[in-house]
């Protein structure tokens, strides 16, 4: 299980040295998902080590959105009076986001016909 999480937070640091010094825009977490997808892609499969630290963090996802809950409370008064923004911002992104899912299906279905 350390070797699995060590790999992890690996790429995730990677991933924050390439946002730091070339990529300021895109967070560092995200760029090191991607660099971490691209090494199981070529790899071929994923380790048993890092399924184990994944399926773990699966288990307890619902853990993270405490901290998103507790700064929407704290922030309500905010949010309350830019609501419409708020809310056109959300439908981008869940727009934004099912497009790239979309295509990133495709893509990978190219790959292995049913």
């Known amino acids: 299980m ?9 790429f995730q640091g990677l991933g924050e040295l390439v946002a ?9 977490p995200v760029i090191g998902l ?3 997808l691209a090494w199981l892609r070529v790899r ?7 399924d ?13 959105f405490v901290p ?6 704290m922030f309500w ?3 309350r009076d830019h609501a419409l923004a708020v809310a056109a911002a959300l439908v981008a992104s869940v727009v ?7 295509l990133v299906v495709r893509a990978l279905a190219k790959d292995d016909p049913p």
């Open 77 to 79: 008064p905010h949010i």
């Open 96 to 102: 934004a986001t099912m497009a790239v899912t979309a």
């Open 34 to 36: 991607v660099m971490l």
């Open 52 to 64: 184990l630290v994944a399926t773990a963090f699966s288990q307890h996802l619902g853990l993270l």
């Open 44 to 50: 071929g499969s994923v380790p048993a080590s890092v």
């Open 2 to 10: 350390i070797a699995g999480l060590v790999q992890i937070l690996l």
């Open 20 to 28: 730091k010094f070339f990529l300021p825009l895109i967070p560092g």
């Open 68 to 73: 998103a809950a507790v700064g929407v409370v």
